[in-house]
């Protein structure tokens, strides 16, 4: 758990204008509205008729980046160094459906 509250991730959303940014409020949107907010990013990007889950995974991580930026948490590391961004807005794992991202509950009583 990264350990963002709830007003916290609210005041971030706002100062990183995510929410004026309408891709990255429909994914956000997306995973709150998934049954207890899990989902891949292709499930995402078949919702939003995007043409690859790349773009899911692309953008969900410049959400996790900026969210970040806005509170100066960074999240754990992988193994070559680099930040798993979308690890501040998700617990995730691999399945045989793919990577499935776990809304953070703060995050999602941000979104409501």
């Known amino acids: ?6 007003e916290e991730y609210r005041i971030a959303l706002l100062k990183s204008r995510i929410i004026e940014n309408d891709t990255y409020r ?14 891949t990013a292709n499930q995402i990007s078949k919702l939003l008729n995007f043409n690859h889950w790349g773009t899911v995974n692309l953008r969900y991580g410049e959400i996790g980046h900026k969210i970040s ?23 995730g794992k691999q399945t045989d459906q793919g990577f499935i991202w776990t809304l953070w509950p703060t995050l999602a009583q941000a979104l409501e």
Do not use: E, F, H
């Not at 930026?69 to 617990?91: C, E, F, M, Q, T």
């Open 69 to 91: 930026n806005a509170l100066g948490v960074l999240p754990p590391k992988r193994n070559d160094g680099k930040y798993w961004w979308w690890n501040i807005l998700s617990d």
């Open 1 to 6: 758990m990264i350990g963002i509250s709830a």
């Open 26 to 39: 429909s994914i956000l949107v997306a995973q709150y509205a998934a049954p207890s907010g899990k989902v």
